[in-house]
């Protein structure tokens, strides 16, 4: 599966599916997403979360680029 960048902040504030994803208890998938940093063009390798967001199941890869600075990947479709 590929995974495409969707945002990137301060942990504890990063939007995804519309929602501030830190606001939702994650469910980790037992899964890695090898993803591209979009600055600086180094492979990092995410955990894969799962969150219910309005009863729908939502899948993303995250984690940190740097002391503080968080990412998030979604699925490609």
Do not use: Q
């Amino acid at each position: 599966m590929g995974w495409k960048f969707e945002t990137a902040g301060p942990t504890g504030e990063c939007k995804a599916f519309g929602v501030n994803i830190f606001k939702y208890p994650w469910r980790d998938c037992k899964e890695t997403a090898t993803v591209t940093d979009p600055r600086h063009g180094v492979e990092k390798v995410f955990h894969v979360y799962e969150v219910e967001i309005d009863g729908i199941p939502r899948r993303f890869a995250g984690g940190e680029f740097s002391n503080g600075v968080f990412g998030v990947y979604l699925p490609e479709e």
